[in-house]
């Protein structure tokens, strides 16, 4: 396999916002058979969904190349690295006080084994045979977990058109928003497993997209029209055509190459680690 076989396309547009906080970035390292793809949204500012956007996968990468020089039964494995990754750039921009914060999602394919991390409602979907699979979880504050969590910590989920942190973001999880902590984690949910022939497409987009679209019908879309460029357009224009008013970041990754090889027939998760659940 070779991960130049993994083809992609990107779109992002500006919705009722004066500026585009949203981040993305696409990594392609053949020679590591790593590939990876990133959405930052942002709120209340630019900066942190910038900051992270340079430093969380390149600290990320670095610690991996680290942890394979030492012996194997030493190394860390990369859920614990991952989560180190979004915990320093969230640490980072608590020292610069940074007072933005961006939601984070993110998929690593390293040769079969693949990777999902999310902190906000910003989600990962894969194809799986003929449906689709969510390979995120919207951390929003009227979840049961998350609004335990919160309220033990002393904060509050006051509605104000819509669930929110103490009546202010509509996330419960993200990287900065330095004035609701402890109550806003960066914290990540991560998903490890192993891909199979069955994956053909996977999409990262922010909740400008989900907010009006459902994954079935956005991957539906996706295999009907086969590119992932003109995939990617189709899923921003038909989201600002079904009302969404907020800023769209899609990334669409047409896997159909990479996995076509593989023995393996199904996807399979290996193992889910969910940093920020209470207990």
Not at 42 to 56: C, Q, T
Not at 113 to 124: E, H, L, Y
């Amino acid at each position: 396999m070779d991960a130049m076989d993994i083809h992609y396309g990107v779109c992002e547009t500006i919705g009722w916002r004066e500026s585009m906080e949203d981040e993305h970035a696409i990594y392609e390292r053949p020679e590591e058979d790593f590939f990876g793809a990133e959405i930052y949204d942002g709120h209340g500012g630019r900066a942190a969904s910038r900051i992270a956007v340079e430093m969380l996968t390149p600290y990320f990468i670095h610690s991996r190349v680290q942890e394979g020089a030492k012996p194997l039964r030493s190394r860390r494995n990369d859920r614990g690295l991952l989560r180190d990754a979004y915990l320093a750039v969230d640490s980072h921009l608590t020292e610069r006080r940074v007072r933005s914060g961006t939601t984070a999602a993110h998929l690593y394919i390293m040769a079969d084994r693949f990777i999902v991390a999310n902190a906000g409602d910003t989600r990962v979907i894969i194809g799986i045979k003929n449906g689709v699979e969510v390979l995120t979880v919207d951390h929003k504050p009227d979840l049961p977990c998350e609004t335990e969590r919160i309220e033990e910590l002393g904060g509050k989920i006051m509605r104000i058109g819509v669930p929110r942190v103490q009546g202010i973001l509509a996330v419960s999880r993200a990287l900065g928003d330095l004035s609701l902590k402890p109550y806003v984690t960066a914290e990540p949910r991560i998903v490890e497993g192993y891909l199979g022939k069955e994956n053909d497409y996977a999409v990262l987009a922010c909740d400008g997209a989900w907010d009006v679209l459902a994954p079935e019908d956005v991957m539906e879309e996706i295999r009907r029209l086969g590119d992932p460029q003109e995939c990617a357009d189709r899923v921003v224009k038909k989201a600002l055509n079904h009302g969404s008013t907020d800023n769209i970041t899609v990334i669409v990754v047409d896997l159909k190459e990479y996995t076509g090889g593989m023995q393996r027939k199904a996807m399979k998760i290996e193992a889910i680690a969910d940093y920020g659940a209470k207990g």
